[in-house]
Structure formats: structure tokens, C-alpha cells
Antibody
């Protein structure tokens, strides 16, 4: 069974850092791109960023709202994607989801999704 | 690329045919996906490449469109379909989502 499990969420003060992890199982992790998506309380879905597989250069892309503060990385040997969040702001408070995307197809889609981890930025 | 969805709220009854529209600010070919989101649950992929039904998704869901206008149709609304629906463009970065359409019970 393909599964994604996020961890690392919690309460953090503004300006501090937090690192989220997404542990994958049930598929060849290194063959896929991975993405992070968040949902702030009462708001819609917001795409955070994307990391391609090593076969496609392992390149990363970010939303403007997090660029320069957030970094996505991957460890294919451990099947883990990570989201390093620095200089956190109160508006970063959200449930963060990791999701998988094909890196070989003509089209891109996000499936499956983890259950999400809550990040609360507050003093 | 900005996405708009209409309506933002749709009140419907079980058995109704429901159509949600997603419009892109510029052409995105068929690089569009639809997701279902329920409170406290992870988003669920319904449709990708504008019209391809994801494996395991009931056939009452269908998608159509290309370019700048897309639709998600539920042919006969079921109780488990009351949720919020989001479109997402995957033509270019950033992979933006639409603002969502909430389908609730009439």
C-alpha cells in the first residue's frame, strides 16, 4: 500500500525554525517528485513547493510566499522528503500535507496525500 | 496563473447533477486536476489531465475542458460527495489551486 506519513509539526514562535518530514512507503520513492501543500485554518489549499526526482535533476520550485524561507530536500535512501521552514510567520500556521507526483508522465497530478501535520506559529 | 471557481457555494440534494467551473487566467492546455477535500481529511485526487478519472474514483465524477475553461460534473450527487472541491493548474510553476467550491446539503 502506498503511504505517506508527515511528522514534525507543532507549536513554534515567530521567527523560529521547524523541519517537517514525510516518510514514504509502498513505492520506489526515488522515481517520483514530491510536493508540499498547506491549508491554513478556514482557508483553501495552497501549494508550497516541489522537488523533482534525481533523474530530473532533483530541482526545486517554491511559492512566492515561502521562497527564501522554506527549503525542500529528499533522502532517497530513507524514502523521506523534508520541508525546512525558517523565519516562520504567524501566517504560516496551517496543516501541511506532503504528496507524490509522477516525474515521468506528460501530465502531473498529486496522489496520494499524507494525513497532514499541524504547524502553529504563535508567541 | 490565477484560477477562479464558480460557484463558491453550491447547495444541492442527493441525486442532483452538479457542475463546477474552473477558469484559468491564461491557457493551460489540459494541465488541470480536481481534488475533493473533507474537513480533517487529506485531499483526494478525482481527475487529472482535465478529464482522466483517477483509478478507484466513482464514474459519476467527470471532467472536461481545455485551455482556460474546465468543468467538474457529478452526475448524481451522493451523500459522501458533500465536500469542498478544488481545481489545480499544473501547467507552470507555481502550481496554483482554485479557491474551492463547497457543496453542501440543500
Amino acid at each position: 500500500e502506498v503511504q505517506l506519513v508527515e511528522s514534525g509539526g507543532g507549536l513554534v514562535q515567530p521567527g523560529r525554525s521547524l523541519r517537517l518530514s514525510c516518510t514514504a512507503s509502498g513505492f520506489t520513492f526515488g522515481d517520483y517528485a514530491m510536493s508540499w501543500v498547506r491549508q491554513a485554518p478556514g482557508k483553501g489549499l495552497e501549494w508550497v513547493g516541489f522537488i523533482r526526482s534525481k533523474a530530473y535533476g532533483g530541482t526545486t520550485e517554491y511559492a512566492a510566499s515561502v521562497k527564501g524561507r522554506f527549503t525542500i530536500s529528499r533522502d532517497d535512501s530513507k524514502s523521506i522528503a523534508s520541508l525546512q521552514m525558517n523565519s516562520l510567520k504567524t501566517e504560516d500556521t496551517a496543516v501541511y500535507y506532503c504528496t507524490r507526483a509522477p516525474d515521468y508522465a506528460d501530465y502531473v497530478w498529486f496522489d496520494p496525500w499524507g494525513q497532514g501535520t499541524l504547524v502553529t506559529v504563535s508567541s | 496563473i490565477q484560477l477562479t471557481q464558480s460557484p463558491s457555494l453550491l447547495s444541492a440534494s442527493v441525486g442532483d447533477r452538479v457542475t463546477i467551473t474552473c477558469r484559468a487566467s491564461q491557457g493551460i492546455s489540459s494541465y488541470l486536476a480536481w481534488y475533493q477535500k473533507k474537513p480533517g481529511k487529506a485531499p483526494k485526487l478525482l481527475i487529472y489531465a482535465a478529464s482522466t478519472l483517477q483509478s478507484g474514483v466513482p464514474s459519476r465524477f467527470s471532467g472536461s475542458g481545455s485551455g482556460t475553461e474546465f468543468t467538474l460534473t457529478i452526475s448524481s450527487l451522493q451523500p459522501e460527495d458533500f465536500a469542498t472541491y478544488y481545481c489545480q493548474q499544473l501547467n507552470s510553476y507555481p502550481f496554483t489551486f482554485g479557491p474551492g467550491t463547497k457543496v453542501d446539503i440543500k
